[in-house]
Every structure is written in structure tokens, then in C-alpha cells.
């Protein structure tokens, strides 16, 4: 045990020299890091043994982090229901929240490990759409976790469309209240603000809106030229933190200045960043829904994207019911690195939309006795819901990878057919939206893939994190043992890389429990 103990050291340590190019220097490199999670005095993740409390935080135990509770897809006997229906997106926030967690040794909290936001944070290698703007591939595997059943993956590629492709009516909307005050909160904000503004183009329109116990329009339609971004930058550097937060005056504000620059053919969207802790005007989760789904289907469609920041009283459940509501997406920023990851290196992922309304439908063949759609769990929807082209579902942005993940239990002696996937969608990417759909067969025979590989030991590790009904025999030593066969794979991404350092922190805290 001590000779393996040493070599994943070895392995966790090799990985971790990886860097992440700045978007400034790309052929250099950012050397912040994820430092500082000291696991030897740290608390041990909730779903480890000996989890307990910090002793740090407030809230609910989470880091400080308020998430609405997830009941886990179970289950489905393919006799009963052969086909599985739900929406897609592309959402991160849960990873790095993650990441906050064990980084600043606090307990990961079950409610806030969304698997597949964990698994969607990467990028794969899926073939990319030649024709259309989604495209489909199917993967199969052994289930590490349990040895009965298989891993069934459906990936999803969006064809590239860059912001310079057309021009761009962005509205910062700012939360200035003083649950923002902070280096980590507003100071983050800040220069993750002028990163983005940075990176968009002459022809781009910025204004910027703040709230806190009122509101306020700081910019109005400043252009993205030199001495443009000069006046965006000023601005943004004057703002502070103070007062209460009227989260939906400043949204009602931000969508009337998006329609005042309104550019028809154009990307219009509002970028929130805050730590979604409403408390002034309206502040039910419902209400601010309905309110917000108005302007989807309005005639001047502007998309809604969510930048979280912050902890302690930081409302997740607020800022994801905004992104779902808003035909939008939602990242949560820990620190400068992963400001840069949405907001340069996947710029055109966080503003461009590619795929409006994208849902998916998975029908499994009698080879197939069960299966368990692994994550999506509050995106399910009917038959009826994903036949209906009105239906409102995700969105994915511009040249990204969205995967779906299956377990499933097959027939003795299944050979042939075991499913059929279908994603359907609303193609933006021309003048005019058009309805598509795309598909992709399963069978026994079907192959793995690095990606899978990959993509298993991420579902293990968040199955293990959130003390899942469904983690059989899923063990973070398996994990990382897995990640040493994929050393190169693994290296050729700083993501990933990272990703092997979380779960090797995680696996020592398991093993000081255990001795």
C-alpha cells in the first residue's frame, strides 16, 4: 500500500506542473495556481470518511454556498421506460465550486456536486459538426464502479462561431452590495470585467449597469474601441461595494438597455456577475423565473450569462435558476485562472450561442435491461416536452463539448443495437433560427475512448463526493489509479492536469481517515 501510496504521489506531482496559459501570453504561461488547499489540517470532504464541519463558514455547511437539493435519476427498467428525455446546457459552476471547497479545506457539500457539470468542464476530443451546428458521437466502456454494468457516452460538439462574426450589445450587469465587498467577490468581478472587455471587438457595444440597494446605469452604450475600453476599464475600476441588493431592479434595468442598443442580427446579452444573494424587490426564485423566461420569448431576445463569485452567503440555487430561466449559462469564478478559462480561452463558448433549446433523447433497445442518466437530474423532461419545438431547454455555446453519460445494465449475451441518441435543437448560428435534430447509434460492439476513460473517473470521483445511493464500489484510490494509465492524456490538458490534484488531495484525506 505504501509503494502505491508513493508512486500516485509521484503521479499527482508530475501532473501538477502543468500550467495554464494566460490569455495575455499565450505562449507563456500563468503561474497562480490552485494552491494554498492544506489537506493535513483541512476538513475532510462530506462524503469521505470523517467528514465533519469546518468550523469555518456559516450557511448550510457548504462552504457557505446555498444549493438547491438534488434527488438523483435512479434506476429505469428499459420494459417499463425505453427512452430517457432532458435538457442539455453546458453549465461549470458546480467544478469550481468543487475546487473552492477542497482548495480551501472546507467539506465538499452533496448538494453542490452537479456530475455533470463536473464532466462538462473539459474539453474532448468529439468529432466536430461538418454541416450543421451540433454534431453526436457514441461511446462504450466497462463500469469502473461496478463491474455488472457498462458505461454508455453520448458526445456532443458545437460547430465554431466567433464573437467577431457579428456585433455584440453586451449589458455588465454589476452587483455593488455590500455582501460584495471583498478581493474575492467584487475585486474579482472587476478585473474579470475588463478581461472581457479586452477581448471583444470594435464593432462590440458595452454599458454597464450596478445594484445594490438601488440602481444605477454607469456606462450607456460606450463603444469597444481603444479609448472605448479605456472609459469601460475607468468605470469599472470605480466601482464599490455598499447597500443592500435589488438583484431584479438591476436585471429590469440591464434588459432595458439592452433593448435601447438592441442590434438585430446581433448578440445581445447581459452578463450578471454576483453572489446571487437577492434580499430587495423581488427575491422569490419563482417570481424572478417568470420574469425573466418573459424575455426569451420577447421580440428582442437577449440571452442571460451568470458569473458567481464569492462564498458564505453565496446563492447558487438563485444564480442557476437566473441561467436556466435566461437561455443562458453559468460559471462560477473562484479566482483570476478560471475568470480567464470563461471569459478568454472560452470566450466564444460563454457569449456566442450555437444550439437554442438543445434537448436529448436516448432510446434503448430490449439488449438494454436498465440504465441511469448519470447527473442531469433536475433537467428531465417529457416525451411530449422534447417532441415540441417550443419547448424551452438549454443552450450551448460556440466550439464546445457537452457529454452525457449513462449507466446501464445489458442483456446476458447483448450483441447489436442497445440505443439510439437524438439531439434537437434551434440552429443560430445563421440569419435565421431553423429546428434540427442529430443522431447517433450504440451497439455492443461500439468503442471507448480516452475521453471516456477520462470522463468515468470524473463520474466516480463526483459519485464518491456526493455520497451518491448509486457509488456501488467507487473509490478515489481506483480513480487515481485509472489517471496514471491516462498520464499522457492527462498532461496534454492543464485542466486535467488539475483535475488529478484535486482527487489526489481528496485520496489522502481518505487515507489519514483510514489509519
Known amino acids: 500500500m505504501k509503494k502505491f501510496t508513493a508512486a500516485l504521489a509521484a503521479f499527482v506531482a508530475a501532473v501538477s506542473v502543468v500550467s495554464f496559459a494566460a490569455c495575455s501570453a499565450p505562449n507563456g504561461g500563468y503561474d497562480g495556481g490552485y494552491g494554498g488547499g492544506d489537506w493535513s489540517g483541512g476538513t475532510i470532504p462530506e462524503g469521505l470518511p470523517g467528514a465533519g464541519d469546518s468550523g469555518e463558514e456559516t450557511g448550510d455547511g457548504g462552504g457557505g454556498f446555498v444549493h438547491d437539493s438534488i434527488v438523483e435519476n435512479g434506476f429505469t427498467d428499459v420494459a417499463e421506460e425505453p427512452a430517457s428525455y432532458f435538457s442539455l446546457d453546458r453549465n461549470t459552476a458546480s467544478y469550481s465550486q468543487m475546487r473552492y471547497q477542497i482548495e480551501h479545506g472546507n467539506k465538499?457539500?452533496?448538494?453542490?456536486?452537479?456530475?455533470?457539470?463536473?464532466?462538462?468542464?473539459?474539453?474532448?476530443?468529439f468529432p466536430a459538426p461538418e454541416e450543421k451546428a451540433v454534431a453526436v458521437s457514441a461511446y462504450l466502456s466497462d463500469c469502473p464502479w461496478n463491474a455488472a454494468h457498462k458505461l454508455m457516452l453520448a458526445g456532443i460538439k458545437t460547430a465554431e462561431k466567433k464573437t467577431e462574426s457579428v456585433n455584440g450589445n453586451y449589458v455588465f450587469l454589476v452587483d455593488v452590495?455590500?455582501?460584495?465587498?471583498?478581493?474575492?467577490?467584487?475585486?474579482?468581478?472587476?478585473?474579470?470585467l475588463k478581461l472581457l472587455a479586452d477581448n471583444l471587438g470594435d464593432g462590440d457595444i458595452i454599458s454597464i449597469v450596478t445594484y445594490a440597494s438601488g440602481v444605477a446605469t454607469v456606462l450607456d452604450g460606450g463603444e469597444c474601441s481603444e479609448s472605448g475600453k479605456t472609459a469601460v476599464k475607468a468605470a469599472i475600476d470605480k466601482l464599490k461595494a455598499g447597500g443592500s441588493t435589488n438583484g431584479s431592479g438591476g436585471l429590469q434595468k440591464a434588459y432595458e438597455i439592452a433593448d435601447k442598443h438592441y442590434i438585430?442580427?446581433?448578440n445581445n446579452r447581459v452578463i450578471i456577475i454576483s453572489d446571487g444573494d437577492f434580499n430587495v424587490g423581488i427575491y422569490d426564485k419563482n417570481a424572478l423565473q417568470e420574469m425573466i423566461s418573459e424575455r426569451t420569448v420577447a421580440e428582442k431576445s437577449v440571452y442571460l450569462s451568470v458569473l458567481g463569485v464569492g462564498m458564505g452567503n453565496m446563492r447558487d440555487d438563485m444564480l442557476e435558476t437566473l441561467a436556466r430561466s435566461g437561455n443562458g449559462n453559468y460559471a462560477y469564478l473562484d479566482n483570476m485562472t478560471e475568470a480567464e478559462k470563461a471569459l478568454c480561452h472560452e470566450l466564444n463558448g460563454t457569449l456566442v450561442t450555437v444550439a437554442k433549446?438543445?434537448?436529448?433523447?436516448v432510446t434503448f433497445e430490449e439488449n438494454v435491461i436498465k440504465y441511469r442518466l448519470i447527473g442531469y437530474d433536475s433537467k428531465l423532461i417529457s416525451k411530449d416536452e422534447f417532441e415540441d419545438d417550443a419547448t424551452d431547454t438549454g443552450e450551448i455555446g460556440s466550439n464546445l463539448c457537452v457529454a452525457a453519460l449513462y449507466e446501464i445494465e445489458l442483456a446476458e449475451n447483448a450483441a447489436g443495437k442497445l440505443a439510439t441518441v437524438?439531439?434537437?435543437?434551434?440552429d443560430v448560428t445563421g440569419e435565421t433560427e431553423t429546428n434540427e435534430s442529430v443522431t447517433a447509434g450504440i451497439t455492443a460492439s461500439t468503442p471507448s475512448s480516452d475521453d471516456l476513460s477520462f470522463i468515468a473517473c470524473v463520474a466516480e470521483f463526483g459519485l464518491v463526493l456526493r455520497q451518491s445511493e448509486y457509488a456501488a464500489n467507487a473509490d478515489l484510490y481506483a480513480v487515481l489509479k485509472r489517471l496514471?494509465?491516462?498520464?499522457?492524456?492527462?498532461?496534454?490538458?492543464?485542466y486535467r492536469a488539475e483535475f488529478v490534484t484535486l482527487a489526489g488531495k481528496a485520496s489522502e484525506i481518505y487515507n489519514k481517515s483510514q489509519n
Open 484 to 494: 496514471e494509465g491516462l498520464s499522457e492524456y492527462v498532461a496534454a490538458d492543464a
Open 357 to 361: 433549446d438543445a434537448k436529448a433523447g
Open 177 to 192: 452590495s455590500g455582501s460584495m465587498s471583498g478581493d474575492s467577490r467584487l475585486g474579482l468581478a472587476k478585473k474579470g
Open 108 to 125: 465538499v457539500y452533496a448538494d453542490s456536486v452537479r456530475i455533470e457539470e463536473l464532466i462538462n468542464y473539459f474539453d474532448y476530443d
Open 264 to 266: 438585430t442580427g446581433g
Open 422 to 426: 437524438e439531439v434537437k435543437y434551434k
